[in-house]
């Protein structure tokens, strides 16, 4: 059995509709300078109505399985990583299972919103650890847009669509050399969608009310990423025995540029040395880190032996960071 377990493969997949900032000053009283001073966000891919979020991610894994070299039937272990799975039950990793082929493998959800796929990879390399999974496909997707409040400009503006998927498995050195994750539930009512589920099923009410969306304190968020990210980015730094001038590149979750630029500036790592496309995609949730992870690599930000930190947050509150050595 292997020691190390790496990423030996990744893939992404975007929506093809861009919605601009300009796009949505025509539907909500919002504007492009303030979308961009505020967010970084330029414009973001939003799916069509026929699209769920099962469907992204299952491009995005078949991307991923075609990069690693991995049939279908290899996987054992699907986890998909979402806030916004096709619905209820069953799990969107079922969903996917089917659509991609994947007869041999169990699948579940993972709920951590947008650290989501950072949660999911520290589970697949437990899974690999302790015997369980061979080889664990990981994705994170999400079609948010179908949950947003379009009369909300605190929401609308910033969350979209799209998926990234890794193949999880053991490799002779290196790979993920660490992770931390952690919870705060104190901070759940920062960021959350208050119908749907069994504290509030759906009624007329609900839905006249528009309780089925996105309900988001950006400020209290904006305090509480600008501290954790740091944080949990240390912890996984620690717990992988190295130490920040060993890290060569940073792949961030893409919430806010100024959240970015700040966690970067604290840890002295220049701008150039982080991979950010907020402004092409803004907030994918769970979908952010791998896609970003995904694009850094192809286009060689990320080379075989550099040192990756990975660090997201979210809703939860949720927060976690893992420190991979490239594999590939
Ligand atoms: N367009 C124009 N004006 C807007 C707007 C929009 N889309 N959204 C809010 N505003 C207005 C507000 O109504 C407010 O106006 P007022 O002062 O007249 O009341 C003003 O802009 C400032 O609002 P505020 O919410 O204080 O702005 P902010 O600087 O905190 O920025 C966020 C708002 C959402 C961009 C910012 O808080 C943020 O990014 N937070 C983190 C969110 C996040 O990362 N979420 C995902 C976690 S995974």
Redesign the pocket.
């Known amino acids: 059995m292997n020691k190390s377990v790496g990423i030996i493969g990744m893939g992404s997949y975007l929506p093809e509709r861009i919605v601009t900032n300009f796009d949505?000053e025509k539907i909500?009283?919002?504007?492009n300078d303030?979308?961009v001073e505020?967010?970084g966000i330029e414009r973001r891919r939003i799916a069509e109505k026929d699209i769920a979020t099962s469907d992204l991610g299952a491009k995005a894994a078949e991307a991923a399985l075609l990069d690693a070299g991995v049939k279908a039937e290899e996987i054992d272990l699907i986890i998909t990583a979402t806030l916004s799975p096709d619905m209820n039950f069953p799990s969107t990793a079922c969903i996917i299972q089917e659509k991609i082929g994947a007869v041999n493998a169990a699948a579940f959800d993972l709920g951590a919103?947008?650290s989501g796929f950072i949660y999911a990879l520290t589970t697949a390399k437990a899974f690999i650890l302790s015997g369980q999974a061979k080889t664990v496909l990981v994705i994170g997707a999400e079609v948010i847009s179908k949950l947003l409040n379009w009369e909300d400009?605190?929401?609308?503006?910033?969350?979209a669509d799209g998926a990234g998927a890794a193949v999880v498995s053991g490799v002779e050195e290196g790979g993920i050399l660490s992770t931390a994750l952690g919870a705060d539930g104190t901070g759940g009512k920062f960021?959350y969608m208050p119908a749907g589920g069994t504290r509030m099923p759906a009624t007329h009410e609900t839905v006249d009310k528009k309780l089925h969306s996105v309900v988001?304190d950006?400020?209290e968020?904006?305090k509480f990423?600008s501290r954790k990210m740091v944080e949990v980015s240390e912890e996984a730094i620690r717990r992988s025995g190295l130490t920040l001038n060993d890290i060569d590149y940073l792949v961030p979750?893409q919430?806010?540029l100024?959240?970015i630029n700040n966690a970067a500036k604290r840890m002295n790592i220049p701008m150039d040395r982080v991979y950010v496309n907020i402004q092409e995609y803004g907030?994918i949730?769970a979908a952010s880190v791998p896609i970003a992870l995904d694009e850094a690599v192809k286009k060689g930000h990320i080379k075989k032996g550099d040192h990756i930190l990975v660090v997201?947050?979210?809703?939860g509150l949720t927060w976690g960071a893992a420190i991979i050595q490239w594999n590939k």
Do not use: E, P, Y
């Not at 909500?28 to 504007?31: E, L, R």
């Not at 400009?153 to 969350?159: D, G, L, N, P």
């Open positions: 949505l909500m009283d919002t504007n303030w979308i505020r967010t919103a947008c400009r605190k929401t609308a503006v910033i969350f960021l988001m950006g400020s968020v904006f990423a979750h919430a806010n100024r959240i907030n949730s997201g947050f979210g809703a």
